[in-house]
């Protein structure tokens, strides 16, 4: 199998079989469970523990405190550290729900029933809430973002005079678009294994780079980096809660060093709704100008979102208004409330997520209100370079999406005036759909053996998304082997460095960097078969000039020259590529749903999803990751929030049982994934520019948009929820 075709996921009979082994699968000899004991108030300090009855259940080794604990050598702020305050370091409690203990037991059971029984006297403070859900308070609580280490953009630019032209504008939209705060409810919930031997350390973790861990944590505990080896098998989905480092993942560490003894921490569902980071309520306010035919004039987009009273996590939304169109100005702005509430993180899909949400509930609006398509609208606008910084685009088939999104969806046919299906009422609508390409270093192996088979040596992560294919699948096409041939290394920092698994980044440097090694072990070989290595192919375990009829057999090829192995080393490095070129994915996505006015349901009846990705190396694969992130942005639009109850200063809902997300019943069979025909080198020689985060952009703004054409309600808070239907 080569590049392009649709295998099957290798992974998949592991998976659900259960012969994966996940991070809470794993145990070591001498083993301790470690629960830990969160705070119950916002803000203020812990008075007292009461640790006497905890320590008297059977089991239970040590009740850990502040009071125990070393104190860090380094101060952490910024990455691969999620936030800057690290717990248990003191008494002082800063949002509900920070851990504040440490049980260790013999078995888990002992760990949680001691757990349950350490009792806190605590001295309250008074805690800094969430300020009610509207634009005047919010944009009173609202300050200017300090970059604590968690910038990666400027949270102010502008272009041009977007005021004046703005209020000279002959049409003028401007709205204010809310999202709760979400959180990410990966199948697995995070864990973390540390074994100390000597001053050697070696950590099985739930995480999307290993190679953070091991820069993070040795960093923090001042010891060489080849001093920590990380190591992750599978992690069971992250969505961006697992990209950086938490505080369960060092205070495991912490603990295996106090007690001597292996120190496992499995969190529970709870425990992820209680420290970890989640998508932070959003509000923008934003404004289209536009003359009569629905040119843009100018975009102003102020965006608020909530943060902790440590570190001002900042979610970029700002970038899919300064990205998607072209206009002559624009004015952005990025602040933050800060509140007792635990550190928000990146989600999928972050910045043009949020953003998509308000930009293209705002081009709808300006749509109906110049009295023109929504298509047409977007086509009108069209960026044929980046609106910002005005460089040309690495690649760009948005039009070819646009056009073939519409003809499969029968987007120019549909009824103008919705429709009756018995008690629903059916609309449609659309949304264009954004993406950054992020692109990280990384470096891989090929080993290829006398007998025909070869292994990938790379440090990257599996989190679920196919790179258990795609990798082999990228390798196979260049030594002409099947996948069954090649086995794949991954997940320790003992191999080749490689770069984070988010930001839909690992086909693309990951990807590269496999090609690269694959390339430079069918150029060795080719030197022994006395062949010039760019007149080479290789098919069936084989290698021949290309055109000629004669071929020889791997085996032949290394015996007679008394090779066993043939090793080749890649890289890729996004500095070497694409300068001086913007770089986006980019789609379209047309919803059609129904509507019950009566009993305020709101059902998903069809999608169809076009995109501009670049090369895709696997379509099936691509295809679920798209279709994943269809089903999440239906969540976003329809069911998900973490309510917050400021009466109690912490979120309302702790499991599943009180948040409502996507099932099978939820989601249609009518889903149409479609990729146009694209290839872009300058973004890295793989030609993909990432596929998994695109498809949950735009979504929620599609179903808005046609909940509006059903029932002539314009929703701008989400999730769109049967109250503010029938309301």
């Given amino acids: 199998m080569s590049i392009g075709e649709p295998l099957p996921r290798i992974d998949g009979p592991i998976k659900v079989t259960g012969a994966a082994r996940y991070t809470a699968d794993l145990r070591a000899a001498n083993m301790l469970y470690g629960v830990l004991v969160t705070a119950s108030i916002p803000a203020g300090r812990v008075a007292a523990f009461d640790k006497d009855d905890a320590l008297a259940e059977p089991g239970v080794v040590r009740v850990l405190t502040h009071e125990d604990m070393p104190r860090a050598r380094n101060t952490i702020a910024g990455p691969p550290f999620a936030h800057s305050y690290l717990p248990m370091q003191s008494d002082e409690v800063r949002h509900e729900g920070q851990p ?84 990410h409810n990966p199948m697995e919930p995070s864990a973390v294994l540390a074994l100390w031997d000597g001053d050697t350390l070696t950590v099985y973790d739930s995480t999307q780079h290993v190679f953070a861990v091991q820069q993070g944590l040795a960093a923090l505990f001042a010891i060489p980096p080849a001093s920590v080896r990380v190591i992750s098998q599978h992690t069971g989905g992250a969505f961006g809660v697992k990209g950086l480092i938490w505080p369960h993942e060092a205070l495991a560490v912490l603990a295996a060093r106090i007690v001597a003894r292996p120190v496992r921490i499995v969190l529970s569902r709870a425990n992820m709704y209680s420290f970890l980071g989640y998508q932070p309520r959003i509000v923008q306010k934003l404004g289209l100008g536009a003359d009569g035919r629905g040119a843009l004039a100018a975009i102003t987009h102020d965006v608020v979102n909530l943060t902790t009273v440590t570190d001002d996590f900042i979610e970029f939304a700002t970038e899919a208004s300064k990205s998607l169109y072209a206009t002559r100005s624009m004015w952005l702005r990025q602040r933050a409330e800060r509140a007792n509430v635990a550190m928000p993180t990146a989600m999928r899909a972050p910045v043009e997520g949020p953003g998509l949400w308000a ?342 703004a599609a179903v808005a948009n046609a909940v509006f054409h059903a029932t002539g309600k314009r929703i701008r808070d989400l999730p769109i929820t049967p109250a503010k239907l029938i309301a």
């Fill in 359 to 700: 930009l293209e509930s705002a081009m709808d609006e300006l749509a109906v209100d110049l009295g023109i398509d929504p298509l047409d609208l977007r086509l009108a606008n069209y960026a044929e370079t980046d609106p910002a910084t005005r460089a040309p685009w690495s690649s760009k088939k948005l039009h070819e999406a646009y056009e073939d999104g519409a003809r499969l969806f029968g987007w120019r046919d549909r009824p103008h005036s919705p429709r009756r299906d018995g008690d629903w009422i059916v609309g449609q609508g659309m949304a264009s759909c954004l993406m950054g390409t992020f692109r990280f270093p990384s470096r891989a192996q090929v080993r290829l053996r006398r007998d025909g088979t070869a292994v990938i040596e790379t440090g990257t992560q599996d989190i679920g998304t196919g790179t258990l294919t795609i990798f082999p699948q990228i390798a196979a096409g260049v030594l002409g082997l099947p996948n069954s041939m090649i086995a794949f290394k991954m997940g320790d920092t003992t191999l080749p460095e490689a770069g984070p698994t988010y930001g839909s980044s690992s086909t693309m440097g990951v990807g590269a960097a496999v090609l690269a090694a694959a390339h430079e072990v069918r150029d060795k070989l080719a030197r022994l078969a006395n062949l010039s290595p760019g007149e080479v192919t290789m098919a069936d375990g084989r290698i021949g000039r290309i055109g000629a009829a004669e071929s020889f057999s791997i085996a032949d090829v290394m015996g007679q020259t008394g090779e066993f192995e043939i090793v080749g080393a890649g890289s890729f490095d996004p500095a070497r590529h694409g300068a001086g070129y913007s770089m986006r994915t980019f789609g379209a996505v047309f919803v059609e749903v129904g509507v019950d006015p009566e009993l305020g349901l709101l059902r998903l009846r069809r999608v169809v999803g076009s995109y501009s990705v670049g090369r895709v190396v696997n379509p099936r694969t691509a295809r679920a990751q798209l279709l994943g992130g269809i089903v999440w942005g239906w969540g976003m639009a329809a069911m998900e929030q973490s309510a917050f109850e400021s009466s109690l200063g912490r979120f309302l809902s702790k499991n599943l049982s009180g948040v409502a997300i996507p099932v099978n019943a939820d989601i249609p069979s009518d889903i149409t994934v479609h990729f146009v025909d694209e290839v872009d080198e300058k973004a890295s020689p793989i030609g993909g520019k990432g596929v998994g985060e695109l498809g949950a952009t735009g979504v929620a």
């Fill in 100 to 183: 504040i203990a440490l049980v260790l037991g013999e078995t888990l059971e002992a760990a949680e029933a001691g757990a349950r029984k350490v009792q806190v006297r605590y001295a309250p403070a008074e805690a800094k809430i969430p300020v009610a859900l509207a634009w005047p308070e919010i944009d009173r609580a609202a300050l200017a973002p300090r970059n604590t280490g968690y910038f990666f953009l400027e949270p102010e630019f502008s272009k041009g005079n977007a005021g004046q032209n703005f209020s000279r504008a002959q049409k003028r939209v401007e709205a204010v678009y809310s999202q709760p705060s979400r959180h």
